[in-house]
Nanobody, 123 residues
Framework: EVQLVESGGGSVQAGGSLRLSCAAS????????MGWFRQAPGKEREGVAD???????SVADSVRGRFTISRDNAKNALYLQMNSLKPEDTAMYYC?????????????????RGQGTQVTVSS
């Protein structure tokens, strides 16, 4: 059973930084596409970033240059470094996973997700 547990959310002022972490278990982590998506009240779900088993990644235009996704296959861990946060980044952030397709990520949505961690950015 795939289990994903997020941590690191919180409340910060605009311009601040947070680092989200995701602990994965129950599957062969190093063979899976991993990612982060977010959802704010009244808004559609948005894929923020994803990363393939070998480390190639993609980032949404809305966060490019501010957010960085990374993974540590030895620790079964996924990270999202968020800098220069804006109020519009306020959302519940979810860690997600899916089988890699030809070694890469096939796009959103990913099959499994965690319970989420709240990020709130005040102006």
């Amino acid at each position: 059973e795939v289990q994903l547990v997020e941590s690191g959310g919180g409340s910060v002022q605009a311009g601040g930084s947070l680092r989200l972490s995701c602990a994965a278990s129950g599957y062969n982590y190093s063979n899976y596409c991993m990612g982060w998506f977010r959802q704010a009240p009244g808004k559609e779900r948005e894929g923020v970033a994803d990363i393939a088993p070998v480390g190639s990644f993609s980032v949404a235009d809305s966060v490019r240059g501010r957010f960085t996704i990374s993974r540590d296959n030895a620790k079964n861990a996924l990270y999202l470094q968020m800098n220069s946060l804006k109020p519009e980044d306020t959302a519940m952030y979810y860690c997600a996973a899916d089988n890699a397709v030809r070694g890469g990520c096939a796009g959103w949505p990913l099959r499994w997700r965690g319970q989420g961690t709240q990020v709130t950015v005040s102006s």
